[in-house]
Every structure is written in structure tokens, then in C-alpha cells.
T-cell receptor, first 116, second 110 residues
């Protein structure tokens, strides 16, 4: 049963600490998305990768956020230093992008981040 | 630029009522269109999709038809259940990116 796996599921941290969220995309998927969801802003695209290369990270605050794909089985989203306004649910999704566009995007269960 | 507009919520209906959630899109080409659903406390999952004009996507009693002439992809269900309470997102594939509507919260009362 192929699925996107995100860790941790929940994270509570103090302001100023570094936070790293991890995502294991579905094997064979060549596109990975990172989203943030809050009550106020809804669902926001932070970054996405194609074949491990970052294609768009314009939605991400560059001074504190960074996203990488060290290999095809792992995507990371890092916040350093974290701030209370970063509290949200962070979703990772993976998909196949081919000639006809993007296939169904499969979402992980999300990481609920609380910065106090 | 490319965009997706869907009706604002929340939409509140009684069980067995007919549902329509409107969605329109702006795109330069002929994108694939999707409806995603997010149940309370869960992640997002694909509900249905259509890849070309006049295609009808369907799943779990929900349907949506890709209308090129009106650039619309409205979601419908003939008889909703309490378990359909969720947030529904209309999504478009634009140049290999996913463009999301704001989401419509659906509340079904028994």
C-alpha cells in the first residue's frame, strides 16, 4: 500500500529552535510538494521539486525556511529559527509529472507544528 | 495568470439534500481538473478528476463535469450524508503545478 510518510506527526518546540520535518514520497514519483495549512491562510504552497531539483520555492520565507531533497526517498523542510507564527500543519505530497501533466497528488498525514 | 475560484463556505445542508459546489477556472490551455477532499483532522485525498473537456469524474456518489465553454468544474451529489462533512478543494494542473481553490467547508446536519 503505497503512501507518503511524514515525520514527526506532531512537534512542539520553543521559539528560536530548529525544526526539521521529513517526508518519504511514494517510490517512483518524481514530484514533491510542501504545503502549509492554517485556519487564517488556508493551504499555501511553500516549495516543490521535480526530479529532486527545486522548481519553485517562492512561497517560502527564505530567511528561515529551507527545503531539500538529499535523495529520491527523502524530502526535508527545515525552519531555523522557528517562530510562533510558523505554527501550522505542514503537508508533503508526491505525484508523477509526465507528458500530460501532473497525476494525482498523494498527501501525507501532515506534521502539526506548534511553536511556543 | 491561471487561477481557480470556488464558492465560499461554509455550506450547510440537511442529510439527503442535493449538493452543488461551484468551481470555475482561468487557464491558457486545457488543464486537468481535480476535486480533493479533507475530512476533519486528516490529510487531503483525491475525490475525482477529469483530464479533458466533457469528461465526467465520479467517485462516492460525487460527480463533476469538465465544461470548457463555461470554464467550470462544479461538484455535485444527489443525496449527501453526514459523513460527507469535510472541506472540498477544486484544483487545476497548470504547467505541471497544482493551482488550488480556497476550499469550501461542507456541513451536513442529520
Amino acid at each position: 500500500d503505497a503512501r507518503v510518510t511524514q515525520t514527526p506527526r506532531d512537534k512542539v518546540t520553543e521559539m528560536g529552535q530548529e525544526v526539521t520535518m521529513r517526508c518519504q514520497p511514494i517510490l517512483g514519483h518524481n514530484t514533491v510538494f510542501w504545503y502549509r495549512q492554517t485556519m487564517m491562510q488556508g493551504l499555501e504552497l511553500l516549495a516543490y521539486f521535480r526530479n529532486r531539483a527545486p522548481l519553485d520555492d517562492s512561497g517560502m520565507p527564505k530567511d528561515r525556511f529551507s527545503a531539500e531533497m538529499p535523495d529520491a526517498t527523502l524530502a526535508t523542510l527545515k525552519i531555523q529559527p522557528s517562530e510562533p507564527r510558523d505554527s501550522a500543519v505542514y503537508f508533503c505530497a508526491s505525484a508523477v509529472a509526465a507528458g500530460e501533466g501532473v497525476s494525482e497528488a498523494f498527501f501525507g498525514q501532515g506534521t502539526r507544528l506548534t511553536v511556543v | 495568470g491561471d487561477s481557480v475560484t470556488q464558492m465560499e463556505g461554509p455550506v450547510t445542508l440537511s442529510e439527503e439534500a442535493f449538493l452543488t459546489i461551484n468551481c470555475t477556472y482561468t487557464a491558457t490551455g486545457y488543464p486537468s481538473l481535480f476535486w480533493y477532499v479533507q475530512y476533519p483532522g486528516e490529510g487531503l485525498q483525491l475525490l475525482l478528476k477529469a483530464t479533458k473537456a466533457d469528461d465526467k469524474g465520479s467517485n462516492k456518489g460525487f460527480e463533476a463535469t469538465y465544461r470548457k465553454e463555461t470554464t467550470s468544474f462544479h461538484l455535485e451529489k444527489g443525496s449527501v450524508q453526514v459523513s460527507d462533512s469535510a472541506v472540498y478543494f477544486c484544483v487545476m494542473d497548470s504547467n505541471y503545478q497544482l493551482i488550488w481553490g480556497a476550499g469550501t467547508k461542507l456541513i451536513i446536519k442529520p
